[in-house]
């Protein structure tokens, strides 16, 4: 009973994250956010840009595209699977993503 409690909350990745102790996350490739009030937002494991504007940036993800709308939006720093947003962040939202 307990094994299939298991794969319900967290299936094989789960089990593999618990086993070598590592964050889940990680092991599954999703992608990490972090955002500093309404002014950054830094986006780990992203796989390319959708579209951008000083309104709106989309970032394709293995989750689903990461919508950030704003004013005076900039791209403050980007690399193959990092990238950091600045200016007046509004809404962050994801489009398509599965639930």
């Not at 403050?76 to 639930?99: C, K, P």
């Amino acid at each position: 009973m307990e094994r299939k409690r298991k794969d319900r909350d967290g299936g094989v990745m789960g089990s593999l994250a618990e086993l070598f102790d590592l964050p889940a996350d990680i092991i599954a490739g999703l992608p990490r956010l972090e955002m500093i009030g309404g002014r950054q937002l830094y986006l780990e494991r992203h796989t390319g840009l959708l579209s951008y504007s000083d309104r709106q940036i989309d970032a394709n993800t293995a989750a689903g595209v990461l919508r950030v709308r704003g004013e005076r939006l900039t791209l403050m720093a980007m690399t193959s699977e990092e990238l950091r947003i600045g200016g007046r962040i509004d809404a962050v939202e994801w489009v398509g993503a599965e639930t």
